[in-house]
């Protein structure tokens, strides 16, 4: 097929000129529109919650902005297109997500809470140690989301510029220019964070959201019309394809894989089990997904941008069945895998290939790609942005200003320093994300989830619903997942003793799953409940309170 071999081909000099323009005219727009909004953000609650003035719809698709990141667009396309049946697993447990935070956190937390997730924790806790613990969780998780997005960004660029192997551009390889982009998006979150504050990265969001959808849409639309929305036969063209054959569309290519080891069918099983509870659990916990709560003047307004944002995510992972599906079908899966191993560029190459098919010719495939790899840019700098405002907030808010200065600092001081932390957490970021090239971002931002459920969801639960919960719970249940999810990440294949990992030429595993879920996450619930009772505190008082704004909105900010 003539668009195989022009996907696997090097991008021509049109291709890179168009789609470094569309780049440079979507950062000026996102950049004058940061702009405009740093001269609208004069007080903390401007710069942390945009001054509590979006709309539902508004926050509604700043939400979708924030959570459809690079791993939704280029991370799950490309295991769909690379596994088939398993890599949808993904769009699942996304979106069924939602459902435990509107019906779980979205209305109480905003209610209880101020600029962030540890005003609700710190309530009716000795705020220094509960600030302190919930400023280390979401800058921990909201660095291993943020390396996701930066590998994402570094994936695209060797397609985009044509980088092969033997050929340079600039006189960087292809190593070089994935790492010069990774510093290059890394820089930009942290000018949109910096200049603009929580009202411009909301504004950014919601025309990135509104971007990625028609991106995508009309990715769906051309794909299905290229099979005369025939979706037996897109399978059907997927299944060849992709080099599985009828495998690719039965559950077992990826996870519950079937092999002569008992021990290694099992863990296989339990990996996907532990995967769709980080899923389904860890949305409830992110720290840049709970300040949109506070963006909204009430809790009626949050509960309605949660269902607007379902709606669209919704809608956003059906789209993915059809890029994924796509993709496997008209570029193939050995030349999505030549391009990148972990299948992030998936989403592009089928848009080269459909731009090659209506738009004719090889300009025809760039001009298409360069579109999409500019929305796919959009859409990881809206992300890292949101993420770097939420942990250099927590940074701000809970540590200097609650735990150092003890209530004193001066919203000024306390803007300042939340500046300074998106600067410090932007390079911890780039720097791990140079190590995490060869992973999947699908899978990275799944890692993220599973250590915001096991550190960030019992604290959250514990405190909003149980009267007994202390401060000696919060602690043990913040520090307990926290760490329990990290040092297991660390000893297991993700890190080293794969093909794939971080350190591939190293191997001190010892932990055989890759989602470290199914026992980080109950550890997190079990520290909580025996911080809270081998501790004497408990002030019902307090909780009665906390109940009463949690479900009526009274007295909160």
């Known amino acids: ?60 698709m700043a939400i979708g902005g924030d959570y459809m990141s690079a791993a939704s667009f280029l991370g799950i396309a490309g295991l769909i297109a690379l596994y088939g049946y398993d890599g949808f697993l993904y769009s699942i447990g996304f979106l069924v997500a939602w459902l435990v935070a509107l019906l779980l956190v979205a209305e109480y937390l905003r209610n209880s809470g101020r600029y962030t997730m540890a005003d609700v924790l710190a309530f009716r806790m000795r705020q220094r140690p509960v600030r302190t613990a919930a400023s280390a969780s979401t800058i921990v998780v909201s660095i291993f989301y943020l390396i996701a997005q930066m590998v994402g960004a ?67 639309l051309l794909v299905l019309a290229h099979y005369k929305f025939n ?36 863990y296989s099983k339990m990996d996907l089990l532990s995967l769709g509870i980080a899923l389904v659990l860890g949305t409830a916990g992110l720290p840049h997904i709970l300040t949109r709560f506070y963006t909204v003047p009430t809790s009626k307004i949050a509960r309605k ?62 001009v298409l790609l360069a579109i999409i790899a500019a929305v796919a840019f959009a859409t990881i700098l809206a992300v890292v942005a949101g993420l770097t405002l939420a942990s250099s907030s927590s940074v ?59 550190a960030n969801l019992p604290a959250i639960l514990y405190s909003l619903f149980w009267r007994r919960f202390n401060t000696s719970g919060a602690l043990w249940s913040i520090y307990g997942g926290l760490t329990a999810a990290v040092v297991l990440v660390f000893f297991s294949p993700v890190v080293s003793g794969s093909a794939t990992a971080m350190f591939p030429d190293s191997d001190w595993h010892f932990f055989p799953l890759s989602n470290p879920g199914i026992i980080s996450i109950p550890i ?34």
Not at 398 to 406: E, G, Q
Not at 420 to 432: E, K, M, P, R, W
Request: glycine share 12%; with cysteine.
């Open 1 to 60: 097929m003539q668009s195989h071999t022009l996907a696997a081909e090097v991008s021509t000099s049109t291709s890179r000129g168009l789609t470094i323009t569309l780049f440079l005219v979507f950062v000026a727009i996102t950049l004058a529109i940061t702009i405009w909004a740093s001269r609208q953000t004069k007080t903390a609650t401007d710069f942390y919650a945009g001054g509590r003035q979006f709309s539902g719809f508004q926050n509604g």
């Open 154 to 220: 570094g994936a695209l660029v060797s397609l985009l510029l044509g980088i092969k192997a033997d050929t340079t551009f600039l006189g960087m390889d292809a190593g070089t220019a994935k790492v010069a982009t990774i510093i290059l998006v890394g820089a930009l979150m942290i000018v949109y964070v910096i200049v603009g504050g929580m009202k411009g990265t909301t504004y950014v969001q919601i025309v990135k959201a509104f971007m990625l959808m028609t991106g995508a849409l009309v990715m769906t």
């Open 231 to 266: 979706l037996s036969q897109l399978l059907g063209d997927a299944a060849a394809q992709s080099g599985k054959g009828d495998a690719f569309l039965e559950p077992g290519l990826r996870y519950g894989v079937e092999s002569a080891s008992a021990s290694a069918t099992f």
């Open 305 to 366: 941008s949660v269902l607007w944002a379902i709606g669209i995510i919704g809608t956003f992972y059906l789209f993915t069945l059809a890029l994924g599906f796509g993709a496997a079908a008209l570029v193939g899966g050995a030349n999505i895998t030549a391009q990148d191993k972990a299948g992030n560029t998936a989403a592009p190459q089928l848009a080269q290939v459909l731009g090659v098919d209506y738009l004719g010719g090889e300009t025809g495939g760039a």
């Open 396 to 454: 701000a808010h809970d540590f200097y200003a609650n735990v150092i200065r003890r209530g004193e600092a001066s919203e000024r001081d306390e803007v300042r320093v939340a500046r300074i932390s998106a600067l410090v957490i932007g390079a911890v970021a780039i720097a791990l994300s140079i190590f995490a090239q060869s992973l999947n971002v699908a899978f990275l931002v799944a890692l993220a989830f599973a250590v915001a459920a096991s």
């Open 524 to 557: 997190g619930f079990l520290c909580g409940w025996i911080g809270t009772v081998i501790s004497k505190e408990d002030d019902t008082a307090k909780y009665a309170e906390l109940e009463v704004r949690s479900l009526t909105g009274h007295g909160a900010h």
